[in-house]
């Protein structure tokens, strides 16, 4: 209870007092390129189940078909303006809307779509056991994610055998320990990392 009150609070607070960068990006999103502002995409959540998660817009209209993963600083699907959107993570703000309607919480493991879920063992589905987050210590450690892919052979395969099975074993560890103080931590943390760009 004090988790979810700590997350309304703060992400209530948060979509008014950032109400002026949020719409600068939205403007920026609409100037640069053709489509909507908000990228919404089904990711699996608390107890198994579906949601839309909320997010600006950071690559064209469409790039979702020719992949799931973004490779590299530079993947020709991503807008102009979306490249600088994805590395300061301000694509990410928008789902401060899902915390809001009790989607998502502020931390927690980052929700993945359903083609990755569906390869979980059982003891790794444990990671559904708590709403996702916007940022978790898997994200803050793999902040470099992008250019990992990049080097890789096979980015779908890496991913999937390398580092999403590192970050389920960091997610359910945070699952074990979970508390508000140490989300509080991992804000703070997740802030230094992306200032550290």
Not at 74 to 88: E, F, H, L
Not at 150 to 171: C, F, G, H, T
């Amino acid at each position: 209870m004090l988790k979810r009150t700590f997350d309304i609070v703060t992400s209530g607070c948060g979509l008014i007092i950032l109400s002026p960068l949020l719409l600068i990006i939205a403007i920026w999103i609409k100037c640069d390129s053709n489509g909507p502002v908000f990228y919404r995409q089904v990711r699996v959540g608390r107890n198994n189940k579906d949601f839309r998660i909320y997010k600006f817009r950071s690559m064209k209209i469409g790039s979702d078909k020719a992949g799931l993963i973004t490779i590299g600083g530079r993947d020709p699907r991503v807008t102009r303006s979306g490249y600088y959107i994805r590395k300061y993570k301000l694509d990410e703000l928008a789902q401060l809307i899902n915390v809001f309607v009790n989607d998502m919480s502020l931390v927690g493991p980052r929700p993945e779509v359903r083609k990755y879920v569906d390869m979980y063992t059982s003891e790794q589905m444990h990671v559904l056991d708590v709403r996702p987050g916007i940022t978790d210590l898997a994200s803050i450690r793999y902040r470099n994610e992008n250019e990992l892919l990049e080097k890789a052979k096979d980015p779908d395969k890496y991913y999937i055998e390398v580092i999403m099975q590192d970050k389920l074993r960091i997610n359910l560890e945070y699952v074990a320990k979970h508390s508000l103080g140490y989300d509080i931590k991992l804000i703070f943390n997740t802030i230094l990392a992306i200032l550290k760009k």
